[in-house]
Structure formats: structure tokens, C-alpha cells
């Protein structure tokens, strides 16, 4: 079935470092690729997204690359912040019609100032 | 425009009781979807409603049940609670079914003694 492997957090970062969090996916078709992030206490806010290949999603200094050779969906961001601590989801959409998204287990993210 | 709502936010049941969970979608969308999200076990859907009609289901076992209202509210029921039911459940929703970019609501954590 269709899968979304995430990397292992905590990722520990300082405040202005470089981010990147990486997504790999395995799936049949040609599925929609999402990051979502959870801060403590909430629910999932859409971050970005990619609908197809080279397709490259950003919002708020973030940016994934939709790589369908490599399966891959790496999330980025060149300078964090403090607010930025949360947890990040990435997730993808089947390509079946219905309405279902399958994640991954979730970096989280701390950055201290 | 007025996000997806849940209510209520926080429950604590005991073993074998029942509960049933609110979502009200975001004005004009129709189809509400269900995640079950627990440390142990990440993010997982539970079904998608559309039009009233459950259009997907997940691997869960009956004791989980939904319905959806002419008004696309949309309402989960859980029989026979168990330990393993204590979780954050999340209702997301979407224009219609087959859409791009599901929308979230805050949660219900719910809390099985």
C-alpha cells in the first residue's frame, strides 16, 4: 500500500539555521504530496503542497520540491525561527478520487534562540 | 469565513462506554473526513463522508462509526471504548470529495479510563 517515511526528529536546530527535513513516499499513480504542521495544543495547518512532479510548493520561507525520480519530497527552509517549532507532517494524497491522506509519524522541530 | 469546529474539545470516558464526536465543516464544503491520531501508532483515517454517504473507510474495526447530516455536519461514534481509543481525533473538510487540500478543525482529545 501507499506510504510516507519521514526522518527520525527531535530535529534541534538554532534560531536563522538551515532546515530541511526529509520525506520520501511510495505509492501507485501519481498522488498529491502535502507538508502540514501541528503546533502544541492543535490541530494540522496546510503548509504547502505539490500536485505534481517538479512541482515545487513554499509558503512562510518553506519550499518542497515534488521529486518523482527519487520519490521525495524534502521540506526546507533557509533561516528558522523560534516560532517554527512544531511538528511537521508530511502526507499524500492517493490518486484513487477519494478523499483520504496517509502520513507520515511526524519531525518535530525545536529551535532555540 | 468561519474554520472546521469540533466539539467537544476534550472528553474522558471509562472503559466500555460509548461517545460520539461533533465536526461542523467549513461553510459550503461537503465532505468531512475522520483521523485518529495516537503517539503510538501517527495519523490514521478513519472514513470520509460526501453527500451523506460514507465514500471510504479505514482499517478500523465497527465499534467506529460516522454519519453525515444534510447540512454536511458530520458526527463519529465509538462503542464499547477501549484504553487504545484514547487519542486526538481530527475532522477535516473539503469542498467536495476527490479535492486537493483538506482543511482541519482543532481536535477532540478524547481520554479512555
Known amino acids: 500500500g501507499n506510504s510516507v517515511t519521514q526522518m527520525e526528529g527531535p530535529v534541534t536546530l538554532s534560531e536563522e539555521a538551515f532546515l530541511t527535513i526529509n520525506c520520501t513516499y511510495t505509492?501507485?499513480?501519481?498522488?498529491?504530496l502535502f507538508w502540514y504542521v501541528q503546533y502544541p495544543g492543535e490541530g494540522l495547518q496546510l503548509l504547502l503542497k505539490?500536485?505534481?512532479?517538479?512541482d515545487k510548493g513554499s509558503n512562510k520561507g518553506f519550499e518542497a520540491t515534488y521529486r518523482k525520480e527519487t520519490t521525495s519530497f524534502h521540506l526546507e527552509k533557509g533561516s528558522v525561527q523560534v516560532s517554527d517549532s512544531a511538528v511537521y507532517f508530511c502526507?499524500?494524497?492517493?490518486?484513487?478520487?477519494?478523499?483520504?491522506?496517509?502520513f507520515g509519524t511526524g519531525t518535530r522541530l525545536l529551535v532555540s534562540p | 469565513k468561519a474554520g472546521v469546529t469540533q466539539t467537544p474539545r476534550y472528553l474522558i470516558k471509562t472503559r466500555g462506554q460509548q461517545v460520539t464526536l461533533s465536526c461542523s465543516p467549513i461553510?459550503?464544503?461537503?465532505?468531512v473526513s475522520w483521523y485518529q491520531q495516537t503517539p503510538g501508532q501517527g495519523l490514521q483515517f478513519l472514513f470520509e463522508?460526501?453527500?451523506?454517504?460514507?465514500?471510504n473507510k479505514g482499517n478500523f474495526p465497527g465499534r467506529f462509526s460516522g454519519r453525515q447530516f444534510s447540512n454536511s455536519r458530520s458526527e463519529m461514534n465509538v462503542s464499547t471504548l477501549e484504553l487504545g481509543d484514547s487519542a486526538l481525533y481530527l475532522c477535516?473538510?473539503?469542498?467536495?470529495?476527490?479535492?486537493?487540500?483538506?482543511?482541519f478543525g482543532p481536535g477532540t482529545r478524547l481520554t479512555v479510563l
Open positions: 477535516a473538510s473539503s469542498p467536495r470529495t476527490g479535492w486537493n487540500e483538506q482543511f
Open positions: 505509492a501507485t499513480g501519481y498522488p498529491s
Open positions: 505539490a500536485t505534481k512532479a517538479d
Open positions: 502526507a499524500l494524497s492517493e490518486d484513487t478520487g477519494f478523499q483520504k491522506l496517509v
Open positions: 461553510s459550503g464544503h461537503r465532505s
Open positions: 463522508y460526501f453527500s451523506e454517504t460514507q465514500r
